[in-house]
Structure formats: C-alpha cells, structure tokens
C-alpha cells in the first residue's frame, strides 16, 4: 500500500494514533515519502487539537486487499478512508483500471462482472492519499450450443478417442491485441457433436459448451472480450478444448495465447484483384481496425501506398501507366495526377507532404507495367500538386520499393543497379533541406532478392522479404520469408516465429507446404501493449476455412498480423506467431497491406488515446451538461500518458516503469 504523510514540527503518528520520533515509529520503520515522491508534506494543523503535540497524518483505506469473485454479474465492496483512525466522509474516490468497474463518491466499487483482473483504489483528501487494491475473478460458464449435463459430464472428464484431433489455427503462443474479433478456432476430421472450451488465465476461469458445426468455434464477441480484457501483462492464457462425437471424447488438447495490454490502432489499405466487393476485379479496399472492410478506389486502381498519418494515399491507375495521388481525409479525392508510374509503389514521408518515386530498371520492376522499357530514376514529389521538389544527393539512384522511416530520417529501398536486386540500401534524409545522404548498404551480398522493406517504429531496424522472386512475391514455385536488419550493428535475423518456423521445423499444421510464402510486409507506425505490429501478405492455409492445395490458389493469398518484441537483441528472432486478420474478404485475394495511423484530429473531437490528435493529448474533460469525455486537448501541465506525445522517455508518466518514447509516442514497456 502507498501512503502520503503530512509531517508537522517533526513528530509523527501511526494509523492507531501512537507518537513516534521524526522519521521512524516506534518500532524503527521509516516513513514513506509525500504522494510526489519527495519529503512529506508539511502543514500548520494539529489532529489533536491544542496541546496534542506535532504529528504525521495518514490516510488509510480499509478494507485492505479485497478479493472478489464474480459470475458475470456485478459485485460490490465499500471502503472507507481513515485519517488517524478518524472515518473521513469527504474522501475523494478514484480507480486506475476503469474497465474492471467504478467507485462512487461513497467509497463504493461495483464490479462490471465483465472484466476480471486488480485495479489499485485511491482516496485523497488534500494532499493525503492512501490506495488498497481490490482483485476481481471472474468464473464464467455458459452453453451457447444447449449442451446437455450428460455430455457436458463426459467433455469434462475428457478421453483420447481421436488420435488425429489436434488445432489447425489459432498458433500456439500468439499475441493476440484488444480491440479485434476474436479468433475462429478450428479442427480437422469431421464434425463433433459438441466441443467443451476451458479457458484459464490469473483472475479469469471460462467454461463454454458449443456445437461441433464445421468443426469451428467461434466464441461469442462479449465472451472474447472478457477473456483479453482479464489477461494482465506476463498472464498466459491457457485454452483447451475438448470434442465428443456419439459418446467418443477426445482432448483436451491445450494451445496458450498472449493477451498485448492495449488495442490495435488505424486503417488497414490493401489491394485486390477480385474483389467481390470491388466488382470482381482489382481494388484498393478500407478496412478500419476491428471494423467492416469497404472500397476505397475501384477500377483497377493497384499497387498504392499510403502516408503513416493516414493522410495521403498513392496508387497507379488501370492502365498500369499513369497514377496519382488521393486525399484520404476528404472522401479520397483526387489531388495530383501523373501521366507515368510516377506515383505507384512511392516512399510517402510520414507527414503526406512529399513523396520519393519507385525507380524502374530496365523495365524488369514493376512487373507487368507497360510502356517502361528503360529506366526511371527515383525524384522527390509534392504529394499535393504532384510538382518535383529539388532534393540534394539522389543522384542518377533508382531506389525500388522505397520505405520512409516513421520518424522522416531515414530512407530503405531495394538498391537493385548493385548487384540487380540483392542488396537492401538505406540513406538519411534532412527533411527541412530535401537532402538524401549517406547511402549505407546494410544487407548486400545475398544470394536471393531482397524487396518490401518497413522500419520498425523506432526507426533503428529495418522488416523486408528475403526470397527467390525477382518480382518480390511468392507464386508458383517462389519463396519469401521475412527477416530484419538491425541498422547499428548490420545484423540480421530471420522472424521465424513469424514465417511459420520453430527453429528447422515447421509449425504449421499443414507442415512445409505452408512455409516460406510471405511477403509485403508494413507495419503500424506506433507501439501498443508492448509489442510492434507486422502485417504481411501470405500465401498459408487458413484452418480448415481456406485448404486448397497449391500456394497459387487466390483465397490463399490472405493478410496476416504478428507482434514482434520492442528493442530485441540484434540477431535475435523477435517474432511471435501470426494471426489472420479478421474482416477482410474470404473469396479474395488480398494483398499489400497498408497499415497507417487515421486521420489526426483537431482539439475539441473526441479520442480515445493521444495518437488520434494532432496536438498530442487525450484526456478526460468536463462537459457543460456536467457528463465528462475523452477529448483532444493543448499540451497539459505534466507528464505524457500511454500513446501522448513525447520526445524523450523522461516525458512519460510511465518512465519509472520502464515506458518508451517510440516514434514521437509514449509506449508501455516490453513484457517480461
């Protein structure tokens, strides 16, 4: 428990009211320092009145360490303040997990019966303040499948009829974020009657019986909710599943999951060249994260990118010469147009003012774009009237799928004239001058094609496919995985976790069919709950929803999301198994996904954390009707929370607690 004291001339008194000497009790304890971490606070009042002497003051909450256990449904507990045992009735109540429940002004905290885990209690009274923790577990049961006491008997005691039954998807030890649906689990062989799941973290137990339809479970959206909203940091998440068919019980077979302590951000832009949404053919398709999919451009509008604020969008048109680019924050209207390939596969600096060209080379990339025979050096653009901007040091570079940092520093492409599209390069780049410099070449020397680079958040890595294309892509009988570069020490690591491998083994249920076909990778320009978040195209099959044989088939080409640790060692795979991303169209194939943050908002728009807002900050204000929100705020007095704005570490609320201050944003730390 935290306590704050107030010292007055020297003399101090315990909760009970016992007199001890300045700076210990009686028993030599030290006090604890005043609520801002320095000397305790000091006042001219007396607790006890004239003549009672000079004493410290606490505050005390009670009871102490509650622990309560709930079904579902709401609970309750009272607490009371103390100062020097005197009942205070004016205690000010406030609670740092908000999704666990409330306190009212009466010291009262009601459980949601949502949400399980520990939330920390505070009462203050000037600039006293005492805190208790108060715990929730939740114990769930439900039966959306109408499962009869029989059967469910016979789950529970579990069997090994089935030698085959085993998961097809999830991956065991994913990282699965807040804030999306949750995952289908899935199973081969034929349908069970009925499936039994049991689910167990630190401060949540869930048993839920369901119909063994397509041998596919999809647990209802509340229930997944509260099972990733219960997972605390370093809280595996255990989940076993059992099946029965007649009186034949097979499992549990077990699978354990990562719950990252914070929920996904920004809009998904990838491209698809059937999709039915589109008409069949190719698009540039929307998805907001945890939201439904929709058109963005149609018309075969193809191979885009897109700004990390998610301002500015840049695509080739359909007849794979001319392009342009979009406004995304007014309904994607058109604003610069380009007779030539200027605008397609570009390096959009993070802000959307500016764009660096894809250079061609002898027309072998991009594929398939007619009318390029020779070669097109990379130049800088204004993004808004598509006019050439003069930029010092590019020289005669054709700089291939080229990538800004998220931090505008910094510039990685494939340096295909070295050696014809083996060799990642990387420059810096002076944003106020348009000067490009110090051309490094941090991976060179490989015997296979290195394309589709992404810096890491902290702009001190660089993501890109390492394969067998020349086109940078996994079809037919060509191979991509994924891998990093660390930029200070040029080494390099393959995201195995990621690319479907356990060391030389792999993985995946359908074993090495389904490995080394990944490619496309981006990545979300911001931390959350602790870990990066890497999307990429990939060519796997998807549980037993997408099976068909062969990497060639259309449904097969899907967008996937894996979290990688923040500040690996370099060399080191910081990769975790990936998840398919709910949402996107299941009979298209989808491809080249961008991931950028929305559209920043002014102050006064409602938030939900800081990187929404333009300025920054995000916080709790007071309406004039006298309800409160979340809103877009100047720079407030103190510390930056969770997602604000930062320069450095030191600006974070967290900083003692080990928060980062990653691409200009506060980050929780890495879990240990």
């Not at 007779?339 to 250079?359: H, V």
């Not at 959350?528 to 088939?553: A, H, K």
Request: charged share 10%; hydrophobic share 35%; glycine share 12%.
């Amino acid at each position: 428990m935290r306590s704050a004291w107030l010292v007055v001339l020297g003399a101090a008194v315990s909760a009970s009211g016992a007199i001890a000497a300045c700076g210990s009790d009686d028993s030599g304890v030290t006090f604890p320092p005043g609520p801002d971490g320095g000397s305790p606070d000091v006042i001219d009042n007396n607790p006890f009145g004239e003549g009672g002497g000079d004493v410290k003051s606490t505050l005390t909450v009670m009871p102490q360490n509650v622990v309560l256990t709930s079904n579902g449904t709401p609970v309750t507990q009272a607490y009371n303040a103390f100062v020097n045992g005197a009942k205070l009735s004016n205690a000010n109540w406030s609670l740092d997990n908000v999704a666990l429940g409330v306190v009212d002004t009466t010291g009262l905290f009601t459980a949601s019966g949502a949400v399980g885990g520990t939330s920390q209690i505070t009462a203050t009274q000037g600039s006293l303040l005492g805190t208790t923790l108060v715990t929730v577990n939740l114990q769930i049961a439900e039966n959306p499948g109408n499962v009869g006491a029989q059967t469910q008997t016979l789950l529970k005691n579990g069997g090994t009829a089935d030698s085959g039954f085993k998961w097809l998807y999830p991956y065991d030890k994913t990282v699965f974020p807040r804030g999306l649906t949750g995952p289908t689990l899935q199973f081969p062989g034929a349908d069970p009657d009925a499936f039994y799941v049991h689910v167990q973290s630190k401060n949540l137990t869930y048993d839920g019986f369901f119909k063994g339809t397509a041998n596919q479970i999809d647990l209802p959206p509340g229930t997944w909710s509260t099972i990733a909203a219960s997972a605390g940091a370093n809280d595996p998440v255990s989940v076993s599943v059992t099946k029965i068919a007649g009186t034949a019980v097979t499992g549990p077979i077990k699978e354990t999951w990562t719950i990252a302590q914070g929920s996904l951000k920004g809009t998904v832009y990838y491209n698809s060249y059937n999709s039915p949404l589109g008409g069949n053919t190719g698009a540039i398709l929307k998805m907001k994260v945890g939201q439904a999919v929709q058109v963005l451009i149609g018309g075969c509008n193809v191979c885009h990118s897109v700004s990390a604020n998610g301002n500015v969008l840049a695509s080739m048109h359909s007849d794979y010469v001319s392009s342009a680019t979009y406004d995304l924050t007014n309904n994607t209207t058109p604003l610069a147009q380009a007779a030539t390939t200027q605008f397609s596969f570009p390096a959009i600096y993070p802000d959307g003012s500016k764009l660096l060209s894809c250079g061609t080379v002898g027309g072998s990339w991009p594929p398939n774009v007619a009318g390029l025979s020779g070669n097109l050096d990379s130049a800088l653009f204004d993004t808004k009237s598509g006019a050439p901007i003069a930029a010092a040091g590019l020289g005669s570079l054709k700089a291939l799928m080229p990538a800004f940092s998220p931090d505008g520093t910094k510039l990685a492409f494939n340096h295909y004239t070295i050696d014809n599209g083996h060799t990642l390069g990387v420059m810096d780049f002076a944003n106020g001058t348009n000067t490009f410099s110090n051309l490094l070449d941090v991976v060179k020397g490989s015997p296979q094609y290195i394309g589709w680079p992404a810096f890491l958040p902290d702009s001190k890595a660089v993501l890109y496919e390492i394969g067998t294309s020349d086109q940078y892509r996994s079809d037919g009988a060509q191979f991509g995985d994924l891998s990093t570069v660390d930029l200070g020490t040029q080494t390099t690591a393959t995201l195995d976790a990621l690319n479907g491998m356990a060391g030389n083994v792999p993985y995946l249920p359908y074993g090495a069919e389904d490995v080394h076909i990944n490619y496309e990778p981006t990545i979300l320009p911001v931390a959350v709950g602790g870990y990066y978040w890497v999307l990429f195209t990939s060519r796997r099959r998807y549980g037993n929803i997408i099976t068909e044989p062969g990497q060639d088939s259309v449904r097969r080409k899907k967008l996937w999301v894996a979290a990688v640790d923040i500040n690996a060692a370099p060399g080191k795979d910081s990769s975790h198994p990936a998840f398919y991303l709910p949402n996107q169209e299941l009979a298209a194939g989808n491809m080249r996904g961008f991931w950028a943050l929305d559209p920043c908002k002014q102050n006064g728009n409602s938030c939900e954390s800081g990187d929404e807002c333009c300025g920054g900050f995000c916080r709790q204000v007071n309406l004039a009707d006298g309800s409160v929100a979340k809103m877009c705020v100047p720079p407030p007095v103190g510390c930056a929370q969770e997602f604000e704005k930062c320069t450095t570490a030191a600006d974070c609320c967290g900083a003692q607690q080990g928060f980062l201050c990653l691409n200009g944003h506060c980050a929780s730390p890495v879990p240990n």
